[in-house]
């Protein structure tokens, strides 16, 4: 068996985006610690977020957090690769007092209108707020006032992503660039990536196999080839039993 690395996602790849259900990816969880397989939870969630989630899988490989903002080790082993949160609001902040009100984000709101936005329970909803490097937000504007706040951002060095539920106010970093920094601890391996949204695009192109998700509409995201040779693959089931199957199927070479 060739040497894996696995690289996921988390809403809408490993949990359903509706449910956060993820009882169907445990027996192959099991498997690739088992086999000695690297899976790495690389998210836009917070790192308090995937630091549960980590220990929910009983994982102790690296997280990388708020779209490869942060790259934790261990505990005692965390950098962070992006621009404070609190210089990012300053930014937009003031730029919203200057337009009008087009955005709203976690910044705005309270505990109880993140589990409204978010679907999570409270404790979790809790941690998703416990944000360092980046600023979800739900865009309230017209595209072209969406297309002057892109540039605005650039013009500060910051970019706009979108992921599954929101965009994502950050630096100019990555799920891939984050896993890059880590390739040299798994040197050999083959990468397995697996997600859903637009903010998973640069870690599924630098994937030798690449898993995209159906999204929360049953859609999936255009990706081409960059690799030579890279499969592309579209999961027909949503997460979690898509993310299972698909798993089983390229690590451990069972039928689809």
């Known amino acids: ?58 994982l102790s490989d690296p997280i990388i957090a708020e779209n490869g903002g942060i790259v934790a080790q261990s505990t005692q082993s965390v950098r962070y690769l992006g621009t404070a949160r609190t210089h990012i609001l300053s930014l937009i902040h003031a730029w919203r007092a200057q337009k009008g009100w087009l955005f709203e984000g976690f910044a705005d709101w309270t505990l109880e209108q993140v589990i409204e936005q978010t679907g999570l329970d409270p404790q979790a909803a809790q941690a998703s707020m416990q944000r360092d490097v980046t600023e979800p937000i739900i865009w309230l ?80 995201l255009q990706l081409e080839p960059q690799n030579n040779p890279q499969i592309i693959y579209h999961a027909p089931q949503q997460a979690p039993v898509g993310w299972a199957q698909a798993v089983s199927h390229f690590i451990f070479q069972e039928a689809l």
């Open 1 to 58: 068996m060739a040497e894996w690395l696995v690289s996921t996602d988390l809403d809408g790849t490993l949990l359903n985006h509706h449910s956060y259900a993820f009882e169907a990816v445990l027996p192959v969880v099991a498997r690739l610690k088992e086999a000695g397989v690297p899976l790495l939870l690389n998210s836009s969630k917070t790192l308090a977020e995937l630091r549960a989630w980590r220990e929910t899988f009983h």
């Open 141 to 220: 504007g017209s595209p072209p006032g969406l297309v002057e706040f892109q540039a605005f951002l650039a013009q500060n060095q910051l970019q706009l992503q979108k992921g599954g539920r929101f965009y994502h106010v950050m630096a100019p970093h990555d799920k891939a660039s984050a896993l890059k920094q880590l390739q040299p601890d798994y040197p050999n391996r083959k990468i397995l990536a697996l997600g859903d949204g637009g903010n998973d695009r640069a870690m599924l192109a630098m994937a030798d196999i690449a898993v995209v998700m159906p999204n929360a509409q049953g859609d999936y």
